[in-house]
């Protein structure tokens, strides 16, 4: 490992908060915070003048339980890694010393500082890069001397454009302020501004933002993000739209887009993505019984069979497709998937197979020779077996295949299984309730419905999990019980 000073072009110093100086110096938290009390060899204010023979406070001791003091001293993780058996962690290290600065009308109107480096010290240089940051508003006329631009914008007004604390009186002089050295992001030796590395962030602030709204991630904004390549990373202010605003703010800003995922974490929006995908699919049936019982009229669109049909089998290959892209996820972030896919199959069903224009309020001209497909949504996506199927026999089972967090709803599972089966007119096919029984069965056992559906398909009893699974990965069928025998007694 690196010597830690080797990070710190990668770490900032962040003001966080203030704190009266009777408050207990030094506490230590695992997240790098630590208290920066004044030095004795450095002025404590910039109110406080050089003569100034106030006392310290004396300093409280160490931490409690250590031989460490930890004033003044602050600590930061910059990274850590795996090296085999072996866990590494980079820990970066820094101490606060204060400096008093001085602007007045004597002297020139130029800073002095309490380090008494010459010429002209660090300190003054780096105020003076801040102050070149702000925009003094005094006509044509440039401001001569740091006072002058002081003076021209005000205090007040200087430190708002600067985000700096202005105290009031001599009173403050006992506060203290606690610092945080912190990560810089945005000082990160890989550049971020590739096309690809945008499109990754614009997906994660869009999955952010969606989950802090009420639409899903796939239907936030598309305006926003659905052409990445016409992003500008110019000025992100939008007038009038403070959506569009922050996600441009947090595609350009590191240290606030780490934040925001630090709020929003990802097994959390997971977690609402699922959620708001049941939703979606009720809202669905809601527009289609709309459509059929009062027309296009009334439901603002073609909401018929074959569009619902359509719109519940990519409803069910999204939450398939981000169960997969999500990963790593939460047995709780997976469950709720599970949750909306049972629901979604157990509608369609139990309560959608019928006729769904029979109690149709409008003049609706019924083509010649349509199918039932076209009027029974339970027939269009499970009963059928025809190129007209768009969930191609699997609706919704292949999306159950990698859930075993579905074991909470086995009893809805087998609802569903016994009102397939009891079916008189237009019955699932064998097909689609052996591999929904396989499931159930798998489920029952406590591990992942992929090798029974296998054996139902196959028709072959289910070897073990592992071998299952080995087999799977490389492109194999799992042996049988007879070769299994043969094997050993070799």
């Not at 899903?216 to 598309?222: E, G, I, K, M, S």
Request: glycine share 6%; proline share 6%.
């Amino acid at each position: 490992m690196s010597p830690p000073i080797s990070s710190f072009s990668k770490l900032s110093i962040t003001q966080r908060m203030q704190s009266p100086r009777g408050h207990r110096r030094g506490h230590y938290s695992g997240k790098g915070k630590g208290k920066a009390p004044a030095r004795d060899d450095d002025p404590s204010s910039s109110d406080a003048s050089d003569d100034d023979n106030s006392e310290e406070e004396p300093e409280e001791g160490h931490e409690e339980g250590t031989n460490v003091s930890w004033s003044g001293r602050l600590f930061a993780l910059d990274h850590c890694r795996q090296h085999g058996t072996r866990y590494a962690f980079q820990i970066s290290y820094a101490e606060v010393r204060r400096y008093s600065i001085r602007i007045s009308t004597t002297d020139d109107g130029s800073p002095t500082c309490s380090c008494n480096e010459e010429p002209t010290c660090r300190h003054v240089t780096w105020l003076l890069e801040q102050l070149s940051r702000t925009r003094a508003d005094i006509g044509d006329a440039s401001p001569v001397t740091p006072y002058e631009q002081i003076f021209s914008m005000g205090l007040d007004t200087l430190c708002d454009e600067l985000h700096w604390e202005l105290r009031e009186g001599t009173d403050s002089d006992t506060e203290e302020t606690t610092w945080q050295l912190k990560k810089d992001y945005s000082a990160s030796a890989v550049p971020r501004q590739t096309r690809g590395m945008i499109k990754e962030r614009m997906k994660t602030v869009r999955d952010i933002m969606a989950t802090l709204s009420s639409y899903a991630t796939d239907d936030f904004r598309p305006d926003i993000f659905d052409a990445p390549d016409e992003f500008s990373m110019d000025d992100p202010f939008t007038l009038g739209d403070l959506e569009a605003t922050l996600a441009r703010i947090l595609i350009k800003d590191d240290d606030i887009f780490h934040q925001f995922n630090a709020l929003v974490p990802r097994n959390a929006r997971a977690t609402d993505y699922f959620r708001k995908m049941g939703l979606k699919a009720q809202h669905t049936f809601v527009r289609l019984d709309t459509y059929s019982e009062f027309g296009p009229a009334a439901a603002g669109q073609q909401y018929d069979i074959i569009w619902c049909a359509q719109e519940l089998v990519d409803i069910a290959n999204a939450i398939s497709e981000n169960v997969t892209e999500r990963q790593p996820l939460s047995p709780s972030s997976r469950e709720e998937a599970a949750k909306s896919l049972v629901s979604i199959l157990r509608i369609v069903v139990k309560d959608r197979n019928y006729d769904a224009y029979q109690n149709s309020q409008w003049p609706r001209r019924r083509p010649h020779a349509e199918p039932q497909i076209e009027r029974n949504l339970y027939e269009r996506l499970i009963a059928t077996q025809s190129r007209a199927n768009p969930a191609g026999g699997n609706f919704v089972l292949k999306a159950l295949l990698d859930l075993p967090e579905a074991q909470p709803f086995v009893d809805d599972l087998e609802e569903i299984l016994r009102v397939l089966k009891t079916i008189g007119w237009g019955p699932a096919p064998k097909a689609y309730t052996d591999k929904l029984s396989a499931i159930i069965a798998q489920l029952k056992r406590g591990s992942g419905p992929s090798t029974s559906l296998s054996a139902a398909e196959t028709g072959r009893e289910p070897a073990s999990s592992m071998e299952a699974l080995a087999a799977a990965q490389h492109g194999k069928r799992p042996a049988s019980s007879m070769e299994r025998k043969v094997k050993r007694m070799k």
